[in-house]
């Protein structure tokens, strides 16, 4: 694109329409009557860019248990976001450490309330996008978890497979339940876990253990037992002896 200009200063405009999205470089060549040009000294970007960001929700899922800890979402591009809940206008803020992934918690929430959701995200070009409405129901209460056996203090001998038997309670299905062996997750339930007695079995070997037990509901919620300690000792080697004797007789 060119402009004829005259006298010793001057400032131009310069439009140019854009036909596909992407990012471009543009410079600015001056010359005079002498034939003399001068070209700035660096280029300069602009990004030409129309389409909305795609948004992906993480959390809440649509029609689920959530425990209000974390709403996240994921956009294709850099940009920024917010959510409302309950199709209000109350738009409230999300963090990212990347301008891709963002997320916010919210602790106002309802025990049992149902809410819906609505997340709106633009892109660095101010490119505009909603989200659909996605409903969850609130459940802020973390599984009741209590140990039945082995006893405090259970000691056993040589490498064996013990039984680990709790109940659990929740207003809510659990997800699953963890054998906790010193502060490690060592096993997982093996069946669907019930508001009643649950077991999982694990083979220790010799040593000193802290077992507890951890459930995470269907909302997220987790609950801890108490710790119980428990002992497996050395077995003893069974050993057998034999003696021989001699004698000699004399008349």
């Known amino acids: 694109i ?9 400032s131009s405009n310069f439009s140019y329409n854009f036909t596909r999205e992407g990012g471009y470089n543009w410079n600015c060549i001056s010359g005079n009557n002498l034939s003399f040009t001068i070209t700035n ?3 300069y970007s602009i990004s030409y860019d129309v389409t909305s960001p795609v948004i992906t929700l993480n959390t809440p899922l649509n029609d689920s248990w959530h425990n209000g800890g974390n709403f996240s979402v994921i956009l294709n591009e850099n940009g920024s976001c917010l959510y409302s809940l309950n199709n209000g206008l109350n738009n409230l803020s999300m963090s990212s450490t990347n301008n891709r992934a963002f997320n916010a918690s919210n ?4 025990q049992d309330q149902s809410y819906n959701i609505r997340f709106r995200c633009n892109d660095s070009a101010g490119n505009i996008n909603s989200s ?6 609130a459940d802020l209460t973390s599984p009741n978890v209590s140990l039945i056996s082995p006893a405090e203090g259970y000691s056993a001998t040589g490498t064996t497979s013990v039984l680990f038997e709790y109940n659990v309670s ?3 299905n659990m997800s699953f339940c963890s054998l906790i062996l010193n502060n490690t997750i060592s ?5 669907a876990v019930t508001n009643v007695s649950n077991n999982i079995t694990y083979s220790l070997g010799v040593g000193s253990y802290n077992w507890g037990i951890n459930c995470t509901d269907k909302a997220g919620n987790a609950g801890n037992s108490s710790s119980r300690s ?9 050993s057998s002896g034999s003696s021989g004797s001699s004698g000699g007789g004399g008349g």
């Open 187 to 191: 096993a997982y339930n093996a069946s």
């Open 132 to 137: 659909s409405i996605f409903t969850f129901r």
């Open 230 to 238: 428990l002992t497996i000792n050395v077995a003893s080697s069974e």
């Open 107 to 110: 602790l106002t929430l309802t």
């Open 170 to 172: 929740d207003n809510i």
């Open 41 to 43: 000294s660096q280029n």
């Open 2 to 10: 060119t402009s004829d200009v005259a006298g010793l200063l001057n």
